[in-house]
């Protein structure tokens, strides 16, 4: 949940900088094209490796679930950011130019008017995303935290020689995913209603 609260925010932050139109912002806007092309080019689990071994090795003391949640956050962020600009450049422009002309600043126009707008839309696919990333919590395994349901039933597996326990671990993704898909259905229906 919590690395969802930051790919939320932070992805919103790039989708942002990548529509500036700003010349000042061109830099930014340059950094953060480079930055979605790199993490949706480069394997998740890839990213867990390098930055769950590759901090380590630098002498820094973090937790590894923490290294874990921080490349799973840089990944996501960058997929979670095209969902974004796709929703922004979903709205019409009228939309915005209308919130101008009634008296808003550009800054309102997007806040009240665009961004409630591209949210409504890209809901879905966000919510496709997130149950991508429970999925995928199960790669910060491969940098030794045990604590993941998947690395337990792992454990378990090995010392019994039975593989319930990774049925039990696939029934709690599944406990996990599945509302999450119910949720999802019903927000299309709402929608389509």
Not at 3 to 14: I, K, Q, T, Y
Not at 78 to 92: D, F, I, K, P, T
Not at 136 to 152: C, H, R, S, W, Y
Not at 157 to 183: D, K, M, S
């Amino acid at each position: 949940m919590i690395v969802e609260a930051f790919v939320l925010v932070f992805g919103l932050g790039v989708a942002l900088l990548r529509l500036s139109k700003t010349p000042a912002t061109f830099p930014l806007r340059v950094l953060s094209t480079i930055y979605t092309d790199v993490f949706r080019g480069v394997p998740v689990i890839l990213v867990v490796y390098l930055i769950g071994f590759g901090v380590p090795a630098l002498d820094i003391d973090v937790d590894r679930v923490v290294l874990g949640g921080i490349a799973l956050t840089l990944c996501y962020t960058a997929y979670v950011a095209e969902v974004y600009r796709a929703g922004l450049r979903s709205v019409h422009p009228t939309q915005r130019e209308s919130g101008l002309a009634v008296g808003l600043s550009e800054r309102q126009a997007l806040r009240h008017i665009v961004l409630p707008q591209a949210v409504r839309n890209v809901g879905p696919p966000l919510l496709n995303d997130f149950i991508s990333l429970q999925k995928d919590v199960a790669l910060i395994a491969v940098i030794g935290v045990t604590g993941e349901a998947f690395k337990q039933a792992q454990i378990a597996q090995a010392a019994e020689f039975n593989y319930t326990p990774l049925l039990g671990a696939a029934l709690i993704y599944l406990a996990v995913t599945v509302p999450l898909a119910r949720l999802l259905d019903w927000w299309e229906g709402r929608r389509e209603r």
